[in-house]
């Protein structure tokens, strides 16, 4: 398994930008499809979007689409979430995972997870 840390999460205003990070340890990193759930208080975790092994195909909840783009860096071991025109129900924990699969929705398909890192959204 790979361990995986979170980081970017933060206080922001409804309109404005945030760029989460992710950073793997391993030399595998570059093996993993990569994907971003989030959390918000009382529901469930829900998928918001996933990259493949070499950056090439995304996929991205309706929700979020045109708004956030995920990308990586296997050379860093880093993938990112580059949250723009945020709303307050962006608001939630947002954890990044790695699995084997592309593209996969069901968390229970990933086999790492980070901590998490709170995301706010004020109106």
């Known amino acids: 398994q790979v361990q995986l840390v979170e980081s970017g999460g933060g206080l922001v205003q409804a309109g404005g930008s945030l760029r989460l990070s992710c950073a793997a340890s391993?030399?595998?990193?570059?093996?993993?499809?990569m994907g971003w759930f989030r959390q918000a208080p009382g529901k469930e975790r829900e998928f918001v979007s996933s990259?493949?092994?070499?950056?090439?195909?995304?996929a991205y909840t309706d929700s979020v689409k045109g708004r956030f783009t995920i990308s990586r860096d296997n050379g860093k071991n880093t993938v990112y979430l580059q949250m723009n025109s945020l709303k307050p129900e962006d608001t939630a924990v947002y954890y990044c995972?790695?699995?084997?699969?592309?593209?996969?929705?069901?968390?229970?398909?990933?086999?790492?997870w980070g901590q998490g890192t709170q995301v706010t959204v004020s109106s």
């Open positions: 990259i493949n092994t070499n950056g090439v195909l995304r």
């Open positions: 995972a790695a699995g084997t699969k592309f593209p996969v929705r069901n968390r229970y398909e990933y086999n790492s």
């Open positions: 391993g030399r595998t990193f570059s093996s993993y499809a």
